[in-house]
């Protein structure tokens, strides 16, 4: 292993991952998780919560079983690019005998920091690396493609701003949408499209991070976002 390689493992962010993935925590802050559970709990109990979520992981498992532990009856289905993650969470899901509410799907694609010519040092092209593959365009308009409607949708991976565009046509009127890490100003054109939007920062990751994380809480008519947003400032 090169010294770089080493500094990477034993950065706080990597190994605060690490727990997280240890406790079978999502790969985000305590107060993130506190502000999605405060979502969740805002629907009432006794009508079924459809969710939908980009970017499958602990994240997936850990809010099922909140919501299980909370009386909520819900259904989710969990969308990711990479095989590993989606056997992973396959398993997790079996594991937990949450099979019946949590529908993983997969379209597999590379991301794009494997994509030849990206570099992360350089700015890349307008559109250089968007989804021009199937699987990707696949990927962004499932929600609207499973012809449901959705209550919550939970932005956490690849192609952040098109998911955000592809999310308004598939959530109820008085549903949210929710993206982790808007701190990212390339992801932020979409937020417009919303009537409520909110971002609320995130706390801290691991001790001492420099780096400010953002949730956005948006919806195409529900003022609880502004409220959830004021509570948690
Ligand atoms: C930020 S992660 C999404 C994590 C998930 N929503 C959660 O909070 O647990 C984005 C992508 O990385 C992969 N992934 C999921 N969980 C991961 C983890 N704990 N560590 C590293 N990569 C992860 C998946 O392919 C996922 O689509």
């Known amino acids: 292993m090169t010294l770089a390689q080493l ?35 805002s629907f009432p109990s006794g009508k079924p919560i459809n969710i939908f979520e980009y970017g499958m992981g602990f994240s997936t498992i850990y809010f099922a079983k909140f919501l299980h532990k909370n009386g909520r009856d819900f259904q989710m289905d969990s969308l990711d690019n990479n095989r590993f993650w989606y056997e992973k ?34 700015e890349p092209r307008a559109g250089a690396f968007g989804p021009n593959e199937k699987a990707e365009q696949e990927y962004i308009h499932l929600p609207q493609n499973l012809n449901k409607t959705y209550d919550v949708i939970f932005v956490d991976a690849r192609f952040r701003r098109r998911c955000l565009e592809a999310a308004l046509k598939a959530v109820s009127p008085q549903g949210f949408v929710i993206m982790h890490d808007a701190q990212k100003p390339h992801y932020q054109s979409a937020t417009k499209l919303y009537r409520y939007s909110q971002f609320i920062d995130s706390g801290k990751y691991f001790p001492f991070a420099r780096r400010k994380y953002q949730l956005w809480l948006g919806s195409p008519a529900n003022p609880l976002v502004d409220k959830v947003a004021a509570e948690f400032k």
Do not use: C, Y
Request: charged letters at 30%; a positive charge.
């Open 7 to 41: 500094k990477q493992k034993l950065h706080p962010f990597e190994l605060t991952l690490k727990a997280h993935a240890f406790l079978e925590w999502p790969a985000m802050t305590r107060k993130e998780m506190r502000i999605l559970k405060e979502v969740f709990l």
């Open 89 to 122: 969470v396959t398993t997790m899901t079996r594991t937990a005998g949450l099979s019946k509410t949590v529908h993983l799907h997969l379209r597999e694609f590379v991301p794009f920091w494997e994509k030849n010519g990206w570099d992360w040092k350089t």
